[in-house]
Every structure is written in C-alpha cells, then in structure tokens.
C-alpha cells in the first residue's frame, strides 16, 4: 500500500478514503477485466539536438525545452476557447518516489503512473538531477488503498533514459503498455540527440516489441484495441497503423492534434482523447470521435482540467455510464477525475 508516513503533504498523499473521497463517485463501478478499456498518441518528429547549458548545473531536455518564439502558434479559433471541462469529482494520486510524478494512464482499476528525474518550475526553468530518466509504477485500486508496485522492466538500449508516457489498456483478455523509449547520446560536448522508439509491452510477463518508422522521435500514438490492433498515429493527415506498423488508412484530415489518451467504445464508435499546446506553457485538449471504420467523425469543443497551464491527458476509461479520465499537471502532479457521458455529448456537439 502506499506509505504516506513521514512525506510532507500528508493531506494530498493521503489514499482517497483517508480522505473521505468516496471512490464509487470517482470510478462508478469498475470491471475487472473490461474488455474495452484502452490507453492512447501522435507526436513525433525527427530527432532533435538540445545545446548543454554550461555552469547551471542543469540540461536543457528533448522532452521539456523552453519554448521559442518561433513555436508560438495559437490553435484556438474565433468561438473555439478552451473551458474548464466540468467534472463530478477528482483525486490527486499520491507521489511514491522522490521524483515528481505525472502524466497517469488510468485503464479500469489500473493506473499507470510517470515519475521523472527532472522539476519543471512555475517559471519555466527545468532542474535536472543526473541524467534524464523516467520511471513508472502501476497503480491497483483497492478497497483498502491503493496499492503500488514498481513496473520497471530490465534495461535496454531502447530506453536508456527512460520508458516515458505509458497509454495501458486491455486487448486480447491482457493488459498491455505502449511507452515511448527514450535513449540519448551525446556525439560531441555541446550536442544532445535524443530519439524515442514506441515500445509495446505486455504488463504481465514485460515482453515488449519496438515498433519502429523511419522517424527517429516517435511519441503518443493512440491505441484502437479492437478485434486487431491499430494505433491512430497522426490528425493531419488522418493516419492509422497497423499493430506492425504498417500504414493501412490514410485520409487528409480536418485539425492538427497530438495524441492523449487510448481510445474506448463509445455508441458503436471509438472516443479518445488529444491535446496540442496553443501557446507557451498552456496545453488544451478535446475529445475526439472516430467512426467503427476507423475514420474521422469529429472533434469536440476543446477545454482544460483546472486552468490554461501544462496538462496533459493520458487515460480514458469508461466507468458505468460515464468517463474516467487521468491527466498530468505542470509534469509533477497526476490526477484522475471523473466526467459525465452528458458532458461528452455536450462538448461533441457541432
């Protein structure tokens, strides 16, 4: 179980019930093995070279660098500002190591959680202690707590710094990962590449496969676990993915989203959610709706979980009738909160 004693904030690490959160109005009832319960993305690039800061004491990192001038391009439009997503309740999960954690995949009663080796400050300025790398636990929910477990697999070279972003989600009667490996060299004293590999991994028995592109920074494809495997790898163009890899559909595409949670049934379509960053350190999401064949339907409203800052989004789940999402705030504090079928059709509606 969690252990809360001796940790600062005895309040927040506290378990939900310690709280007095009633944990039925946050999950509604939750299958042991739902059978569409699926994690998520679409992000990637090619690979990227990060200047080191000398005599800071820190380096700047691939995965959280200061925002240029140049990458500020506002994506809301005329009568599309993001809202705060009106939800039925929420809880912070508790922090189990002394990195911060953030960024949950919550599928059914698992959770997965990130913990990282970096602090990314209000101001922007990111510490990085050592080397950057990523750890994960998986979180059970149980009626006496939550219990946690370290989900480290064996080190690799796909993920030298780091099994980064993890979208769980059911498929075949088991449980799986899709994490973003992070491996980075440095090939001369002032440059850093970084590139990331989709890692597929099995929870249970942490057997994994790579699937590799031709881009060397792949990040946040969208699991579709259906009868087969797909991911939904880009929005624009319309992109989907084979379970190897392969480009099976194809389409332009309507808006330019990166990849969030998994994807869920919802009224014989498939519902997930993405996000993209509209401006320097605020982050907006929206729901997206994917038809049975795998195409476009719509995208929602956009909004945001308590404010216009950095959250990101990494699990969707149904509970009853209703959502369960988990989402990361300011890449050091992770959430899951709980939002009504109603405000999904509400934030769908065109």
């Given at each position: 179980m969690v252990q809360t004693e001796g940790l600062v904030n005895q309040e927040i690490l506290q378990t939900p019930e310690e709280r007095g959160v009633d944990l039925g109005t946050?999950?509604?009832?939750?299958?042991?093995?739902?059978?569409?319960?699926?994690?998520?993305?679409?992000?990637?690039?090619?690979?990227?070279?990060?200047?080191?800061?000398?005599?800071?004491?820190?380096?700047?990192?691939?995965?959280?660098?200061?925002?240029?001038?140049?990458?500020?391009?506002?994506?809301?439009?005329?009568?599309?500002?993001?809202?705060?997503?009106?939800?039925?309740?929420?809880?912070?999960?508790?922090?189990?190591?002394?990195?911060?954690?953030?960024?949950?995949?919550i599928c059914g009663e698992n959770v997965l959680v990130r913990t990282s080796s970096y602090y990314l400050h209000d101001d922007g300025r990111i510490t990085l202690h050592g080397d950057l790398n990523s750890k994960n636990y998986l979180f059970k929910y149980q009626k006496e707590g939550w219990a946690v477990e370290d989900f480290t697999p064996p080190e690799h070279l796909l993920w030298k710094n780091g099994l980064e972003d993890g979208r769980l989600f059911y498929w075949l009667g088991r449980l799986w990962v899709l994490f973003s490996g992070c491996h980075q060299s440095f090939p001369s004293k002032n440059k850093l590449i970084s590139r990331n590999t989709m890692i597929l991994m099995d929870v249970e028995t942490k057997e994994f496969v790579p699937l590799h592109t031709d881009t060397k920074r792949e990040?946040?494809?969208?699991?579709?676990?259906?009868?087969?495997?797909?991911?939904?790898?880009?929005?624009?163009?319309?992109?989907?993915?084979?379970?190897?890899?392969?480009?099976?559909?194809?389409?332009?595409?309507?808006?330019?989203?990166?990849?969030?949670?998994?994807?869920?049934?919802?009224?014989?379509?498939?519902?997930?959610?993405?996000?993209?960053?509209?401006?320097?350190?605020?982050?907006?999401?929206?729901?997206?709706?994917?038809?049975?064949?795998?195409?476009?339907?719509?995208?929602?409203?956009?909004?945001?979980?308590?404010?216009?800052?950095?959250?990101?989004?990494?699990?969707?789940?149904?509970?009853?009738?209703?959502?369960?999402?988990?989402?990361?705030?300011?890449?050091?504090?992770?959430?899951?909160?709980?939002?009504?079928?109603?405000?999904?059709?509400?934030l769908l509606k065109k």
């Open positions: 946050v999950f509604g009832e939750i299958p042991v093995h739902p059978q569409w319960e699926i994690p998520g993305g679409i992000e990637g690039g090619d690979e990227e070279e990060v200047s080191q800061v000398s005599g800071s004491g820190r380096r700047s990192s691939p995965y959280l660098r200061r925002t240029r001038r140049s990458d500020v391009k506002s994506s809301v439009q005329v009568g599309q500002t993001p809202q705060a997503i009106p939800v039925r309740n929420r809880v912070r999960l508790p922090d189990v190591s002394d990195w911060p954690s953030f960024n949950p995949s990040k946040n494809w969208m699991p579709i676990p259906g009868e087969n495997l797909h991911f939904l790898y880009s929005t624009k163009p319309w992109v989907i993915l084979s379970s190897s890899g392969d480009v099976i559909l194809k389409e332009e595409g309507s808006q330019r989203w990166s990849g969030s949670s998994q994807f869920v049934e919802f009224d014989g379509k498939w519902l997930g959610v993405v996000h993209k960053r509209s401006i320097p350190g605020i982050y907006e999401h929206a729901f997206v709706l994917m038809d049975e064949s795998l195409t476009l339907n719509r995208f929602s409203k956009p909004f945001y979980f308590h404010k216009p800052q950095i959250e990101f989004c990494a699990g969707l789940s149904k509970s009853g009738d209703d959502f369960v999402l988990s989402y990361g705030v300011m890449d050091r504090e992770a959430w899951i909160c709980n939002v009504s079928r109603e405000t999904v059709y509400d």
